[in-house]
């Protein structure tokens, strides 16, 4: 089964600094979808960033960047310039195409907190 | 930007009542979903739901649990009896297929038991 892992549980930030949350996860497919889902106070699910694991070019969105690392399995995302408004706790996501499995399965979250 | 839907955002039940999770999915979205989120903790898929029937469940969707897309438009989440345990978010989430544009989720249900 695969597994996706977030190993710091919080983290801080000033304003206007950038940041870089870590997430790893576990699967024997060749082909999936990863993801960064941020959810702030209000407990919504927005979708950040989303990234084929078939393209080698790392995705970005404006602030948002990911470095995708297939071989290590890791996925970590960058916040440029961080904000007040990207204070969330941050959850890193897995979806596989392969075994018949159609489900997103998430890391634990990461609490982001940014300092004005 | 179209939105999934779900009604109550805040429902409060006694223990081994029934309650019913409402939402409504993007229009031309084809696959259907319940998560759950105990407070604190992380997100769990629970159903998967795709041609009218359920294409994959998890182990806490036992037999309290089922699903329904009664009218097309509706997708419910029914728990038939409730434990002090069902107390989480509850979150709706659709998309076209899988992994296209990611998938789009609701902004949940809060289900309190008591």
């Known amino acids: 089964a695969q597994t996706v892992t977030q190993s710091q549980p919080e983290m801080s930030v000033q304003e206007a600094e950038t940041v870089t949350l870590s997430c790893t996860y576990d699967?024997?497919?060749?082909?999936?979808?990863l993801f960064w889902y941020k959810q702030p106070p209000s407990r919504q699910m927005i979708l950040v960033i989303r990234?084929?694991?078939?393209?080698?070019q790392n995705a970005t969105e404006n602030r948002f960047s990911v470095n995708f690392q297939k071989a290590a399995k890791s996925f970590s995302l960058k916040i440029s310039d961080s904000q007040l408004g990207d204070a969330a706790m941050y959850f890193c996501?897995?979806?596989?195409?392969?075994?018949?499995?159609?489900?997103?399965?998430f890391g634990k979250g990461m609490k982001l907190t940014v300092n004005p | 930007e179209p939105e999934v839907t779900q009604t109550p955002s805040h429902q409060v039940t006694q223990m081994g009542q029934e309650v019913i999770l409402r939402c409504v999915p993007i229009?031309?979205?084809?696959?259907f979903y319940w998560y759950r989120q105990i407070l604190g903790q992380k997100v769990e898929f629970l159903v998967s739901?795709?041609?009218?029937?359920?294409?994959?469940k998890s182990e806490i969707f036992d037999d309290q649990f089922s699903v329904e897309r009664p009218d097309g438009s509706n997708f419910t989440l029914k728990i038939r009896s409730t434990k002090l345990e069902d107390s989480a978010m509850y979150f709706c989430?659709?998309?076209?297929?899988?992994?296209?544009?990611?998938?789009?989720f609701g902004s949940g249900t809060r289900l309190t038991v008591v």
């Open positions: 996501a897995y979806d596989g195409t392969q075994g018949g499995s159609e489900k997103l399965v």
């Open positions: 699967t024997s497919e060749s082909d999936y979808y």
């Open positions: 990234q084929e694991a078939y393209k080698q």
């Open positions: 229009s031309n979205h084809l696959y």
């Open positions: 739901f795709y041609n009218n029937e359920i294409s994959e």
């Open positions: 989430a659709s998309n076209l297929g899988r992994g296209w544009d990611g998938y789009t």
